[in-house]
């Protein structure tokens, strides 16, 4: 009679299948790590990518920052050679700027006062000269102020001076004058005269 050990082929085929369960676990393992690999690669790749992308985009921000400073460099030097091209066609316009201020000056000037010193430079101009009193003074400054062809007019010193025996009021003025006053009077067709009433530059005496 033949006996079959069922028990010892019943142990092997056990042992191989934990062999089998082992090996597909370990290769499960593998392959989990292999796709994490993977995936993690890409995400660094991804990330390596969007900070070469930064990178680019900061240095790209930066070179337009620069040109966007020299465009309002720009901006600023052409606004600045306007503004004096509009001086010089203002300028070209009322040649007789100086005569028609000078006539300006020259009608405004009371009786009791006289000027022993115009200066001008640019638009800024200072007066000198001799009155019989403050109430005079006074007078010529809201005159001048009246014809809307000087602004800022300040009175910068005043003192009592002897004049050939007679007490007067020596008085320094200080304003600004707009060239382009001169062209509304040349279209208003006010012409000035050639003599300034009123105004010496010699010796008050004279």
């Known amino acids: 009679m033949i006996r079959i050990n069922l028990l010892s082929d019943r142990e092997a085929i056990r042992k191989e299948n934990s062999r089998q369960q082992v090996s597909i676990f370990v290769l499960s393992i593998c392959l989990l790590a292999v ?12 990330k ?5 992308d930064i990178r680019y985009t900061d240095m790209a921000l930066k070179d337009l920052q620069v040109k966007v400073g020299e465009v309002e460099k720009y901006k600023v030097l052409k606004r ?39 200066s001008l ?5 200072g007066m ?8 005079t003074i006074a007078e010529f400054m809201k005159s001048l102020e009246q014809t809307n062809f000087f602004r800022n007019v300040e009175l ?40 300034i009433p009123g105004m010496k530059t010699n010796n008050p005496s004279n």
């Open 35 to 46: 796709l994490l690999g993977g995936i993690h690669f890409t995400f660094y790749q991804k």
């Open 128 to 135: 000198e000269g001799y009155a019989i009193d403050h109430e």
């Open 156 to 195: 910068r010193l005043t003192e009592k001076k002897d004049v050939e025996g007679v007490g007067m009021k020596y008085f320094s003025l200080a304003m600004m004058s707009d060239p382009a006053q001169a062209v509304l009077l040349a279209a208003a067709g006010n012409t000035p005269g050639s003599a």
């Open 80 to 118: 600045e050679m306007e503004e004096k091209l509009q001086i010089i066609e203002v300028l070209k316009k009322g040649k007789l700027w100086v005569p028609r201020l000078l006539d300006k000056v020259g009608t405004t000037i009371p009786e009791k006062m006289w000027l022993s010193k115009v």
């Open 121 to 125: 430079a640019a638009t800024s101009l």
């Open 48 to 52: 390596r990518g969007l900070e070469e």
